[in-house]
């Protein structure tokens, strides 16, 4: 766990955004990663794959894109989406 913080530390220093792990992307949605991956798969939630060659793909997520999808999900005019 600490590797992969520090690794995601070095990529925001550096200017990108690391891409996450379906299980670490279920987690951030609530989601099973089951559930995530049929998602994606649909086109419902947005994904890359990692290695599109193979026969199951193994999807990569950014969390920027993920937030954008869970903004876009929310359908009140009274409350807008709050920064925290």
């Known amino acids: 766990m600490l590797a992969r913080f ?6 925001l220093a550096a200017g990108f955004e690391p ?23 649909r086109g419902e939630i947005p994904g890359h794959p990692a290695f599109p060659n193979r026969r199951r793909n193994v999807w990569k997520y950014f969390v920027s894109e993920l937030d954008a999808y869970l903004r876009a999900q929310v359908k009140s005019t009274s409350h807008p989406c709050s920064p925290r």
């Open 19 to 41: 891409p996450v792990s379906s299980a670490e992307a279920a987690d951030y949605l609530g989601l099973a990663k089951r559930t995530l991956e049929e998602k994606t798969r």
């Open 6 to 11: 520090r690794e995601r530390q070095r990529c």
